[in-house]
């Protein structure tokens, strides 16, 4: 599942040239480094109700009780499983990482890319649907660069990390 492949295009191709230079096995260090990194700070988004660009993600509906009244207040944090590391897997290989949910993955495309969703059933036992609002949970800005160039600056002298 790509999410953010856009904002990687000039930085993948530079951080390859470093990689290239490496034994596959350091290679591979690296992307679980680079890897946990990034979902150490996806994460810290998530738990804040923040998107990647440094947007708040758009509140939730407040929920209703069968007679129309309001059964919760509106706002609340989201995503309560999706902000564990455990949650999260890390696909690293000698050429790439990937962090992708273990669970609950299509909990987290329907929000990420807005799509629609089952909320619950009406009393006729129909599906009742609703289409999200895309709320962006994994990303890449400024801070997972400058993790990302620790992690290079540790692969090209590891005595300074």
Do not use: C
């Not at 309001?70 to 309560?80: E, H, S, T, V």
Request: aromatic share 6%; hydrophobic share 35%.
């Amino acid at each position: 599942m790509s999410y953010d492949s856009d904002a990687l295009a000039g930085f993948d191709e530079w951080f390859g040239r470093i990689l290239a230079g490496l034994s596959p096995g350091k290679r591979k260090r690296a992307a679980v480094k680079l890897g946990q990194a990034l979902r150490r700070s996806n994460l810290k988004r998530i738990t804040a109700n923040v998107e990647p660009d440094g947007k708040p993600m758009e509140a939730r509906k407040p929920r209703r009780d069968r007679r129309g009244r309001l059964k919760k207040k509106r706002g609340g944090k989201m995503f309560r499983e999706l902000r564990y590391a455990r949650r999260w897997r890390i696909d690293a290989r000698t050429d790439s990482v990937e962090l992708s949910p273990k669970a609950g993955a299509n909990v987290a495309a329907i929000h990420h890319f807005g799509k629609l969703g089952t909320v619950g059933k009406g009393r006729d036992g129909k599906p009742i649907k609703y289409k999200y609002p895309a709320r962006r949970l994994l990303g890449f800005d400024d801070e997972d660069r400058r993790a990302a160039l620790d992690v290079a600056a540790e692969l090209l002298d590891p005595g300074a990390g």
